[in-house]
């Protein structure tokens, strides 16, 4: 209980990583830069490494780490493979196919030049940035007491988004349980061919935990009082202002120093995402 108590205390505000991470989102949508994505993509993996800790949905950032590598490799071999002619010089050539006229302006192989493989670069690594922005925040912060400290009036739409934003750690563990399960029998648990049989024990477990939590939630006479207990356990503190600072202050730069370098920016962007991992 003493130990429970004081995670508590060193932990962040349950709403901190969330404003951490739409702050980082404006800037990486404002910015729209490829050196910027990759300080953000840098600086959330460092961070994250920096807050560790044993809780199931810090490990789902594991999950998402290889999902950003599937999603950077889709984007890259999509734009490669399919695209449209651009101008530049050509890197090489892959065989093409002919489509029909609806696709007018699209092709299948050709030429593959500079112009058209950093275009998807860029895209694929604005991409990965936003997986891992998101990614980060999730694995950070509790999503059990983000519902208890969201005002009343919001407690629906909190109960909807705490929900789906557990989604990814609870199915990590599954995934975990049940290839653990699998090399205790002498079972092999990787490749593409164990999929089938990790995915479904997996969605059955996902479908049971659905019905237990309508269960508890009914059984707790959720949304049968009108005044549910105003006590919230956290309270916004010195430190997770200190700490949301330096993103809100990087976006400032922006916004008031467009002419800024955007090797320094992305140096002081870099600092700014991983400073709240030195903040206890």
Sequence with gaps: MTNTLRASKESFHPLFWWLWALTLLVILLVSDTTLISISISIGAVALVLLKHSNTYWYQSFRWSLRLAALAFTLRMAIGVIIGVPMPGQVLFTIPSIT???????????????????????????????????FAAASAL??????????????????????????????????????????????????????????????????????????????????????NPSRYRPHSWRLRETVALSSPIYAFISLLLLPSISSALFAGLLLIAVIAPGFIS
């Design 99 to 133: 489509l029909p006229d609806l696709f007018v302006g699209v092709r299948l192989g050709g030429d593959v030049t500079s112009q058209r493989l950093s275009t998807a670069f860029d895209e694929a690594i604005l991409l990965v940035a936003l997986i891992l922005i």
């Design 141 to 226: 912060s509790n999503p059990h007491e983000l519902l208890r400290v969201l005002p009343r009036k919001y407690y629906g739409i909190g109960l909807a988004t705490v929900i789906a934003s557990s989604v990814a750690p609870q199915s990590a563990r599954s995934i975990e349980r049940v290839r653990a399960a699998r090399r205790l029998r002498g079972e092999s648990s990787t490749g593409i061919a164990s999929f089938r049989k990790v995915g479904i024990p997996v969605l059955e477990e996902s479908l049971e935990r659905s019905i237990d939590l309508a269960a508890s939630l009914e059984s707790r006479g959720y949304g049968y009082f009108p």
